[in-house]
């Protein structure tokens, strides 16, 4: 793990949190067929996933919060059913955005997520409360299948969670599924992008201050390295740091949260702005 820092950061950020907060707060979906705009995170067991919700969700509400439950001790996958979740305002009222988890992608054949459930997903054949079972895909009889998915059912924008310190460690058979999903969004048009999680473990500059990440030369080496792995622009790979070892909520930690977030707002909102006719617009 790399210690050295750049004099200048390697990316600023764009917008402030409050600038962030505030375009969360008022987004919504211009397509009017979609009430919400769906993002979908997979990823190895054990990458954060599960833990990414809880921190948005942490950074919305001001406090840690434990919406969607995680394992720290788990070697194979802790999320077992396809479940969507919601980032509620003070207000009562929800955000137009939900994040899905579904099952890590594990090593070996018949163990962790399906790739081709993870392909049902993104098409939205795939109902709540599916169990995933790593050695049968979903059949269309099954009651969980959703043979006519609306656009409000489909994924708008496809998020791969990987821990910074392990991109190198990721096995091939990881990569290959990776690989394989990436294809799948791409031919559907579902933009994608990454976050590596762990920052705080993989560097010592992030561990010292969580200011300091767009600075770190190893994490930008991890950017560029998984960049050339997966196939995906430098651009749509974000640094971020969950919140699991905290108490309470920290402007730095939010600060990589909400600009990772707003990218996938964003692409996201492009995504359904396309599918849009011009008698529409």
């Known amino acids: 793990m790399g210690g050295a820092a750049f004099s200048q950061p390697w990316r600023t950020m764009p917008y402030t949190n409050q600038e962030n907060l505030d375009f969360?707060?008022?987004?919504?979906?211009?397509?009017?067929?979609?009430?919400?705009?769906?993002?979908?995170?997979?990823?190895?067991?054990?990458?954060?996933k599960s833990s990414f919700i809880n921190s948005v969700d942490s950074v919305f509400k001001g406090r840690l919060t434990s919406q969607a439950p995680t394992d720290a001790t788990s070697g194979?996958?802790?999320?077992?059913?396809?479940?969507?979740?919601?980032?509620?305002?003070d207000t009562g009222s929800i955000y137009s955005f939900v994040f899905n988890d579904l099952m890590g992608l594990e090593d070996r054949a018949n163990t962790?997520?399906?790739?081709?459930?993870?392909?049902?997903?993104?098409?939205?054949?795939?109902?709540?409360?599916?169990?995933?079972?790593?050695?049968?895909?979903?059949?269309?009889?099954?009651?969980?299948?959703?043979?006519?998915?609306?656009?409000n059912d489909r994924v708008h924008v496809l998020v791969s969670v990987i821990p910074a310190d392990r991109v190198s460690l990721l096995s091939q058979?990881?990569?290959?599924?990776?690989?394989?999903?990436?294809?799948?969004?791409?031919?559907?048009?579902v933009p994608q992008m990454t976050i590596l999680?762990?920052?705080?473990?993989?560097?010592?500059?992030g561990k010292k201050d969580?200011?300091?990440?767009?600075?770190?030369?190893?994490?930008?080496?991890?950017?560029?390295?998984f960049s050339q792995m997966l196939g995906l622009p430098l651009n749509c790979i974000f640094p971020v740091?969950?919140?699991?070892?905290?108490?309470?909520?920290?402007?730095?930690?939010?600060?990589?949260?909400?600009?990772?977030l707003r990218?996938?707002?964003t692409y996201g909102e492009d995504f359904l702005n396309n599918l849009l006719t011009a008698d529409d617009i």
């Open 24 to 48: 969360m707060d008022t987004y919504k979906p211009h397509n009017y067929e979609a009430t919400h705009l769906r993002i979908l995170l997979h990823g190895p067991v054990g990458a954060g």
């Open 76 to 89: 194979t996958s802790f999320t077992m059913r396809y479940k969507t979740y919601k980032i509620r305002k």
């Open 112 to 151: 962790g997520v399906h790739v081709e459930d993870l392909k049902l997903a993104l098409m939205g054949h795939v109902r709540e409360g599916y169990q995933f079972d790593p050695k049968s895909r979903m059949q269309k009889g099954d009651q969980f299948y959703n043979p006519s998915p609306t656009l």
């Open 173 to 189: 058979d990881v990569v290959k599924k990776m690989r394989d999903v990436r294809l799948a969004a791409s031919e559907m048009g």
């Open 197 to 205: 999680t762990k920052v705080d473990e993989a560097c010592p500059q």
């Open 210 to 225: 969580i200011n300091n990440v767009y600075k770190s030369k190893y994490l930008k080496e991890q950017i560029d390295k």
């Open 241 to 260: 740091k969950n919140y699991e070892t905290e108490i309470s909520t920290n402007e730095g930690i939010d600060a990589l949260i909400l600009c990772a």
């Open 263 to 265: 990218q996938m707002i």
